[in-house]
């Protein structure tokens, strides 16, 4: 039984897509424009970048601060958590969901990439790609998944 859903649906599912969807296509440039707009903001207008990473993002929440610039591929995969913070220059390709939690500390140049591409030739000439999500939480004060509590 061929499969009749759009790529986009099987994006949003997890499963292998092409990236050719026009609704994936319209995501993306969303998604640029209000990058563009933050990254193009005085950094001290902390009101308007508040209205736009609300708009872009997810979730953005209270008392979170991420601090351009900033990129993304669509923005609402991103959920980003209250007293959350981001250095400068953080990055998300969020093909799949990006869960960061509440009182994250996330430092200058990071890059979170949940795309994923088939390890087959034929497969990944023919431009198949999936995605895994990420989730970053933190736990008893340290980030979880680290190697160890800080002193």
């Known amino acids: 039984m061929p499969d009749e859903r759009t790529m986009r649906e099987r994006m949003l599912a997890g499963d292998l897509y092409l990236a050719d969807d026009p609704q994936i296509g319209a995501d993306s440039r969303r998604a640029l424009g209000l990058a563009h707009r933050i990254n193009h903001t005085d950094p001290t207008d902390s009101a308007t970048l508040r209205e736009l990473f ?16 900033f990129q993304c591929d669509y923005g609402y995969q991103t959920s980003f958590g209250a007293r959350s913070f981001a250095n400068f220059g953080l990055v998300v390709l969020d093909v799949a969901t990006v869960t960061i939690g509440k009182d994250v500390q996330i430092g200058p140049g990071v890059q979170l990439l949940t795309a994923t591409h088939p390890l087959e030739p034929g497969p990944r ?8 999500p990420i989730t970053i939480a933190t736990t008893s004060g340290w980030v979880a998944g680290s190697s160890s509590a800080p002193a």
Request: glycine share 12%.
């Open 54 to 69: 609300t708009e872009l993002l997810g979730h953005y929440g209270d008392g979170a601060e991420i601090r351009p610039p």
């Open 125 to 132: 000439r023919d431009k198949w790609e999936a995605a895994e």
